[in-house]
Antibody
Framework: EVQLVQSGAEVKKPGESLKISCKGS????????IGWVRQMPGKGLEWMGI????????RYSPSFQGQVTISADKSISTAYLQWSSLKASDTAMYYC???????????????WGQGTLVTVSS | EIVLTQSPGTLSLSPGERATLSCRAS???????LAWYQQKPGQAPRLLIY???SRATGIPDRFSGSGSGTDFTLTISRLEPEDFAVYYC??????????FGQGTKLEIK
């Protein structure tokens, strides 16, 4: 069974750094792109970027380029999303997601993590 | 940059009725690369439709997708109580590589 298990909720202060994780299991972690999606409170879904754990090829949405860093450690089947200096506007739920094999070219997400709630407040 | 616009923003219907949700793209989207998701409060999104018209595994046949080019539709033939949720369309391929519509909230009338 494919599973994506994310790290727990975080409460941080503005200016602090943070790294959240997404551990994949039940499939070959290096064979599928992993994406990150933001959902601000009461708002819609925003695609942030993706990583291919096999070679760490990474692509970002222009809206998030330079704001976050996506990485992966294939030895422990885990992808990461990190911030060097959080802002209050980073408060959101963050999901990792993996394409379903039926999605042509990896075009849609059939598997989702449970989400990590990040709260940034002074 | 491609923009997906969903309408209506909110749709109020009763169980048993038919729901029609629209997704319009600012530029043409390959039908192979248009998907629909359902999200309930406190849950991650769930893939309903991929390739514009193919149902994902386990999705009831009351859900159907159609459309091409810039206009796509999600239809729920007869609403069940568990169908009231927020629905998102999503495209792949244009900049940004993936993008979502703003969502349609389907609420009980």
């Amino acid at each position: 069974e494919v599973q994506l298990v994310q790290s727990g909720a975080e409460v941080k202060k503005p200016g602090e750094s943070l790294k959240i994780s997404c551990k994949g299991s039940g499939y070959s972690f290096t064979s599928y792109w992993i994406g990150w999606v933001r959902q601000m409170p009461g708002k819609g879904l925003e695609w942030m970027g993706i990583i291919y754990p096999g070679d760490s090829d990474t692509r970002y949405s222009p809206s998030f380029q330079g704001q976050v860093t996506i990485s992966a450690d294939k030895s422990i089947s885990t992808a990461y999303l990190q911030w060097s200096s959080l802002k209050a506007s980073d408060t959101a739920m963050y999901y990792c997601a993996r394409p379903h094999p039926h999605c042509s070219g990896g075009s849609c997400y059939g598997y989702w993590g449970q989400g990590t709630l990040v709260t940034v407040s002074s | 940059e491609i923009v997906l616009t969903q309408s209506p923003g909110t749709l109020s219907l009763s169980p048993g009725e038919r729901a029609t949700l629209s997704c319009r793209a600012s530029q043409s989207v390959s039908s192979s690369y248009l998907a629909w998701y359902q999200q309930k409060p406190g849950q991650a999104p769930r893939l309903l439709i991929y390739g514009a018209s193919s149902r994902a595994t386990g999705i009831p046949d009351r859900f159907s997708g159609s459309g091409s080019g810039t206009d796509f539709t999600l239809t729920i033939s007869r609403l069940e109580p568990e169908d009231f949720a927020v629905y998102y369309c999503q495209q792949y391929g244009s900049s940004p590589l993936y993008s979502f519509g703003q969502g349609t909230k389907l609420e009980i009338k």
